[in-house]
């Protein structure tokens, strides 16, 4: 199909004939974007906003032998006033160091939410290790937060038992975390 029957198909809405004339051009626009802006995605960005001025403005072109030169001006002017944009508000990556400061998350950091994650599996992991009745006070007194009458109710055991019981299960699970961690070594040859 001749350019000149393409354009007049484009100006009728034609989406086919639009990307068939997107395909012809797409090399020499993103080329001409690229040699501006030096960056192949910021290349590629500024040549779709690029073919969106080439479709708005397509009844100003009347003359198909016009058509490259006219698509090269629009192109060119363009990524000129894209650099002029970007210029006036440089992008992000060139602020100072010293700016970025007050552009920190206010909650917690991807590292603390590790480590704290972390803390939680290695304390699941011990509590894995403890025997039933150990692992059963911890969770109903410790995580569930229930009083030891409430947990002597379900239990069926006397409330000093459970908190002579709470009191070593603790013990027993802060000795299994340190084991874990690491820490077991050190702690046993200091007592």
């Not at 239990?155 to 908190?163: D, E, Y």
């Not at 802060?174 to 961690?181: D, G, I, Q, R």
Request: aromatic share 6%.
């Amino acid at each position: 199909m001749d350019l000149a029957t393409l354009l007049q198909r484009c100006r009728e809405g034609d989406q086919l004939a639009w990307e068939a004339l997107v395909r012809q051009n797409q090399t020499r626009i993103y080329g001409l974007a690229h040699h501006y802006v030096h960056d192949r995605e910021e290349a590629r960005d500024l040549a779709q906003d690029i073919f969106v001025r080439i479709y708005r403005g397509l009844d100003a072109c009347t003359e198909p032998e016009r058509f490259v030169p006219w698509t090269i001006r629009v192109a060119r002017n363009a990524c000129i006033d894209h650099l002029r944009r970007r210029k006036a508000r440089p992008p992000r990556f060139d602020l100072p160091a010293e700016e970025m400061v007050t552009l920190a998350a206010a909650g917690p950091s991807p590292a603390d939410d590790y480590e704290a994650d972390a803390r939680r599996r290695l304390v699941h992991l011990a509590l894995q290790s403890l025997s039933e009745l150990s692992r059963e006070i911890i969770l109903l007194k410790d995580i569930q937060g229930l009083s030891f009458e409430e947990i002597a109710g379900m239990l069926g055991a006397p409330i000093g038992t459970l908190k002579s019981r709470s009191n070593r299960a603790r013990l027993e699970l802060a000795k299994k975390v340190l084991a874990l961690s690491g820490g077991g070594a050190a702690t046993e040859s200091a007592t």
